[in-house]
């Protein structure tokens, strides 16, 4: 009895888990996982990364070697589309968002559509967060350290909505809403992962600066078998193009 207390006690702690994290997927049981990197283009064909205020006179760099390119992989989202989407995919969950120093712990935060972002400050300063796309998606008083702020429903997919803070002119972030679980932001190396995908295939699009990445390679994946896919690579052209609903 002891036994089965303590198991129904665990099954119970892994559902909440499950229903409260970002980037676990509920799907079936036999869904898998599909991983992959997306690639930037030559260094040289690359424009250059935005100039910030640095407040002092940087060490001169080398003249030989060729200036940083931008990466804009830091506010894309691969998401998969065009297979059969498990129900259990498509129902809102909690997101959770962290405010770090002075800015969000990401750039961009994908939700399902219908979810709601718990926001919590993990700084040591008090922001106070307003959207000027929808001004009434977060709350407008200041959040204190180790406090907590929760969005309404972001109710519509492929529109991104800015969270900024009244003090601070760099703090920027943007939460964008898809139907259903299967997406990933990526790491600084521009590698991803998505769990509990179910068998089919998949076409892999990229979501980049509110609308898809149009000119990338036409890219599919089939999910099934004994064995997850192999990874996925996305080769990004010099110049991106997007279109969406929101540009």
């Not at 260094?43 to 640095?54: E, F, I, L, V």
């Not at 830091?74 to 770090?100: E, F």
């Not at 300063?125 to 008083?141: C, G």
């Not at 991803?192 to 980049?208: L, M």
């Amino acid at each position: 009895m002891l036994l089965i207390r303590h198991l129904s006690a665990s099954a119970l702690a892994l559902a909440l888990m499950l229903i409260s994290s970002p980037n676990v997927a509920l799907s079936a049981p036999n869904g898998q996982l599909v991983t992959g990197k997306v690639k930037l283009p030559p260094r040289a064909s690359r424009r250059p990364a935005p100039q910030r205020g640095q407040g002092f006179v940087p060490r001169a760099k080398n003249p030989l070697r060729p200036p940083d390119g931008l990466d804009p992989r830091r506010d894309m989202v691969v998401v998969l589309d065009g297979g059969p989407v498990d129900d259990m995919d498509k129902k809102p969950r909690s997101s959770r968002y962290s405010i770090i120093g002075e800015n969000f712990d990401s750039e961009i935060l994908p939700v399902i559509v219908g979810g709601k972002v718990e926001i919590k400050n993990l700084g040591h300063k008090t922001p106070r967060l307003f959207s000027q796309s929808n001004p009434e998606v977060v709350p407008s008083d200041p959040i204190n350290p180790k406090g907590v702020r929760v969005t309404e429903a972001i109710t519509k997919a492929h529109t991104p909505i800015d969270i900024r803070d009244r003090d601070s002119v760099h703090f920027l972030a943007h939460i964008v809403a898809f139907e259903h679980g299967y997406f990933s932001t990526l790491k600084y190396d521009g590698t991803f992962r998505i769990e509990g995908v179910p068998a089919g295939t998949w076409n892999v699009k990229i979501w980049h600066a509110g609308g898809w990445v149009t000119n990338i390679p036409a890219t599919t994946v089939t999910v099934g078998g004994k064995r997850a896919p192999k990874p996925v690579e996305v080769a990004l052209p010099a110049k991106l193009a997007a279109a969406g609903e929101a540009q």
